[in-house]
């Protein structure tokens, strides 16, 4: 049987205008190795701004095993990038 795979394991709600906050980061997940914390607030997926929460789980999971997905996340008014790999 094939190991399951670590679940992206983050809460994201709509920041209007902005993009996504980020709630809660499941331990163990995807998104606590990348770094994500709760009050992130990701402004852009990829090219795309202001990306909604579901537009961000869609796209990660329309990733193949080991591909790399980008977001540009705000924390505390400093800009980063966050990488997610599946």
Sequence with gaps: TPTAERPLG????VVSER????VRVQPGSIAESAGLQA???VVAL???PAP???A???AF?????????????????QPRLV???R
């Design 52 to 54: 909604a929460p579901d």
């Design 83 to 85: 990488a997610l790999q």
């Design 56 to 58: 961000i789980t869609t």
């Design 10 to 13: 983050v809460t994201l709600r």
């Design 61 to 77: 999971a329309a990733l193949t095993q080991g591909s790399v997905m980008f977001l540009s996340v705000e924390r505390g008014g």
């Design 19 to 22: 993009g996504s906050e980020v």
């Design 46 to 48: 990829g090219r795309t």
């Design 39 to 41: 009050g992130d607030v």
